[in-house]
């Protein structure tokens, strides 16, 4: 599978408030849900860019609210980094191919009964697309 690219969110897993179980759902239900969380909502904006370096960026768009001084203020004081005019990145992780499988590292750290944990996640092929973590994503 070739992950160069743009990745977009098709479907994420929400908590069901009356079963306490995370359910799959597509993003346009989940912007539809007035009973969901804003950060709920924005995270089904979210873009992931795999580069050819071993770069994956999570892209966020910029908000229609903030202003260009506050965005030309961020970027000098180095709390934003811009993808294009209209993007953010919110950050950059690594990815890799190992032994035929793909890895995002997502930075994880800690350890389980006393045994370090690996940051590294497999990313697993889907039809027509990608899971990462919580997120089922299509190329686009």
């Known amino acids: 599978m070739n992950i160069i690219g743009k ?6 897993q929400v908590l069901n408030r009356s079963t306490f179980k995370l359910d799959w759902r597509t993003a346009a ?4 849900d007035d009973s969901l969380e804003d950060y709920e909502k924005q995270s089904v904006s979210y873009s992931y860019l795999f580069t050819e370096e071993g770069k994956a960026l999570t892209l966020f768009p910029i908000p229609d609210n903030i202003t260009k001084e506050q965005i030309d203020e961020a970027l000098a004081s180095g709390e934003l980094k811009l993808y294009d005019d209209s993007t953010m990145v919110l950050e950059e992780k690594a990815w890799k191919e190992e032994d035929g499988k793909l890895f ?7 350890e ?10 497999e990313i697993k092929q889907t ?7 919580a997120y089922r994503l299509i190329k686009g």
């Open 112 to 121: 389980v009964l006393g045994e370090e944990i690996s940051p590294w996640v």
């Open 104 to 110: 995002y590292n997502s930075g994880a750290k800690g």
């Open 7 to 12: 990745w977009n969110v098709a479907e994420a």
């Open 127 to 133: 039809d027509g697309g990608i899971e990462l973590m």
């Open 29 to 32: 239900d989940i912007m539809a």
